[in-house]
């Protein structure tokens, strides 16, 4: 069962960056090259959003709101995935997850909460 943990997070001045992290672990059969990995984020009162996913081959996908802001990226040899966050808004203020998604399986972290003040 593979596990994620999310880290970076924090209270950041409107425009500012912050660099987001996940680590996954407990890849006992499927590597996670082998895994499409997403970030997702989390408002009060709102429902679960798509922020960036990252294909097996390393292709990025962003939702409207944040492209040209963000990127995410991935390391294969430490297990980890990363969401640049550069120019930062009061809307993005949210918790922000890590999704790991292969065939029959798909995994959550904690996740870590990003607050952009105004």
């Known amino acids: 069962q593979v596990r994620l943990a999310e880290s970076g997070g924090g209270l950041v001045q409107d425009g500012g960056s912050l660099r987001l992290s996940c680590a996954a672990s407990g890849l006992t059969f499927i590597p996670f090259s082998r895994y499409a990995m997403g970030w997702y984020r989390q408002a009060p009162g709102q429902q679960r959003e798509s922020v960036a996913n990252?294909?097996?081959?390393?292709?990025?996908e962003y939702a409207d709101s944040v492209k040209g802001r963000f990127t995410i990226s991935r390391d294969n040899g430490k297990n980890t995935v990363y969401l640049q966050m550069n120019s930062l808004k009061p809307e993005d203020t949210a918790k922000y997850y890590c999704?790991?998604?292969?065939?029959?399986?798909?995994?959550w972290g904690q996740g870590t909460q990003v607050t952009v003040s105004s």
């Open positions: 999704n790991a998604a292969f065939p029959g399986r798909n995994a």
């Open positions: 990252i294909t097996r081959g390393g292709t990025p």
